[in-house]
DNA sequence: GGATGTGAATCCGTTCACAGCT
DNA sequence: AGCTGTGAACGGATTCACATCC
């Protein structure tokens, strides 16, 4: 299969976890895999894993599997980060801070290379080997950058100004740790992270052991 | 529709979104609601809406729309969040610490309540209003409280073995930030929170100017 | 023998469209 | 007229199962 069919996003989405096991695999010194095992080891059926793969290429080899390092080249280039992608982070709390000094992602493709904040105790401070920046500079600097890529760790009451802001620097991609909905042009792509609402998802499942929590009044505002 | 028909996860994934939005709504003083607007706000279809919702009830009334503060009531009870889980936090580095010293919990139904770490230099030291335990006091402090949801922020090496001390502490759903996928019994939830998966994922759909990322050789190991 | 790649079959989730209530 | 709740239709994603190749 050659290629562009456009894929659903549900399959790229699962590209960066086959990803992340074969980078387990190169540390472990393994060479070869094969879809059962990468099933296994991701909780992903074996038919799922070779479906997706299938429709970029052919990329394994009948009665053997896959070789790692080449599984692995591959998917980081049909992802893109076979290079490294210049980041923003606007947003200097806790969450941004831990952000922009995460050194986990550099080798996994993405380097912070802009910090951002509208609080004049924080600007102008030091966070890694960066500076904080004012908000007032971050249009000249995202497009002198060319940065293409945000995380957004602002307040929920700023969230959509900022990100107004960012798209018209040229952002296309957005992962946003507010706790809201963004409004973006369709050609901008935008990714969710709130913590609290997978723990209301799991609470769902949780028993109602009265125990386990404190009980309290509804708690609906007027 | 009385509930108990096993309703499937993508869609209790939805109920926080709606949450979300109905404080937001709420915060704003609008009484009334409907699909349409929801789905408006959340680029959800109305339709979605109004099916995910009569899964657990008729909570709407027809040619009027949902009142707000019902609704969220109602979705608080369905994910029994109408009271306060205790959580806690493993691993203390910028990402635990940011997440102990989160605001955000405590309005939405949860409360970090423990704390861990194995570093000699972080253990006793304070965490807002907490202090930081060793590993060794996690199963007596998670059975004594009754704690039965955990977040974990340990590197990835120590993650399943973590995994495994907080299942047997009597934990049962886990919001996992180390990028590993993790094998629990099947009673045990786990969502997962990889930032750099989602940037993986979004750069798939970026172009491919070679202003906006620095090119690297293949990369790939041995 | 063993594992891939893939059409066919199945399953599941979303959307449609409308009856029914306010 | 307006909006919900829902069976029916649709479409998309997953799984099955097997031909094919090493």
Not at 28 to 34: F, H, K, Y
Not at 48 to 73: C, M, N, P, W
Not at 140 to 152: F, G, V
């Amino acid at each position: 299969m050659v290629a562009v069919e456009d894929i659903s996003n549900i399959v790229i989405g699962r590209l960066p976890i086959y990803l992340r096991a074969l980078s387990q695999l190169i540390e472990e010194g393994q060479s070869v895999t094969s879809s059962h095992e990468l099933g296994e080891r991701l909780g992903i059926s074996s038919a799922q894993i070779r479906k997706d793969l299938s429709h970029f290429g052919e990329f394994g080899k009948q009665g053997t599997g896959y070789k790692v390092a080449h599984l692995y080249d591959q998917l980081r280039q049909i992802l893109k980060i076979d290079r490294e992608w210049r980041v923003a982070v606007v947003g200097v709390g806790d969450l941004g801070r831990a952000l922009a000094r995460y050194g986990g992602f550099v080798e996994r493709g993405f380097r912070v290379t802009a910090v951002f904040d509208n609080d004049p105790q924080k600007i102008g401070t030091d966070l890694g080997d960066l500076t904080v920046m004012p908000m007032s500079a971050l249009y000249n600097e995202i497009t002198a950058q060319h940065i293409k890529i945000a995380m957004l760790a602002v307040p929920a009451a700023y969230a959509q100004s900022v990100c107004n802001d960012l798209v018209a620097a040229g952002v296309r991609a957005i992962l946003n740790y507010a706790p809201i909905t963004l409004n973006t042009p369709f050609n901008v792509h935008v990714q969710y992270i709130d913590p609290v609402a997978y723990l209301q998802q799991m609470t769902y499942y949780l028993d109602s052991d009265p125990m386990d929590s404190v009980v309290k009044d509804s708690g609906a505002a007027s």
